[in-house]
């Protein structure tokens, strides 16, 4: 069989965003990545298609194979194992102009387990929905209200939450799908590759910042 690299609209922006505003350093990998999807709906591509679709989900090339939820559920302890003993400057001092630091990194983590607790049980209640995208930067633009205790308090409840929800997942309902706006039509499990690879692309990058191995 004629394997097809299809390639999906997916914003070079990353995942949730409205509109194309300006990259952040820290916000998500680009398009282009080493794995991806073969085929698109259950269907062999036509030719004339590859120029056009991007036809992988970004973030899987995070997971190295690894089980999703597995993922998911290893990323609270390896978070806070990096955050332990980092001092208040360490926390809350940005690298370089436009960039994160770590506080804002925890709220933004917080705010994207807010909204996959959202979609996941959006498409449990009703597969096929469309979901709503989000503009990161627009949220972000509140952070200042956030402390980091707060935003990985909020990250560890809402991870534990959704971590139960999923425990209720059978195999057929990790088919369901949801549409988004910019990234087209895709299953749950998808969104949870998206998730776990989100999770490891965060984790690499605080690790590279605070000079840690994996
Ligand atoms: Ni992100």
Known sequence: MTRF???????TIGWG?????????????????PSGRTVLFGVDQPQVLLDTFVGMNPYASYLNGRDPVEVMAATPAALQSLLHG?????????????????????????????????????????????????????WAERYAAYTADAALSTFLALRQWNLALL????????????????????????????????????????????????
């Open 5 to 11: 690299v299809v390639m999906r609209l997916i914003p």
């Open 17 to 33: 965003e409205a509109k194309p505003v300006k990259r952040r350093v820290n916000a998500h990998p680009a398009r282009s990545g």
């Open 86 to 138: 980092l001092t208040a400057p360490q926390i809350d001092t940005p690298p370089a102009p436009g960039e994160w630091s770590i506080r804002e990194i925890l709220a933004h983590l917080a705010d994207c387990e807010l909204v996959w607790a959202w979609r996941i049980r959006h498409a449990l209640e009703m597969p096929g929905a469309t979901v709503a995208p989000f503009d990161q930067d627009v």
């Open 167 to 214: 425990t209720t997942v059978t195999t057929d309902e990790l088919s369901y799908l949801l549409t988004h706006p910019e990234r087209g039509t895709f299953p749950l499990q998808e969104l949870l590759e998206t998730i776990a690879g989100h999770d490891n692309n965060h984790l690499v990058r605080l690790r590279e910042r605070l000079h840690v191995e994996a």
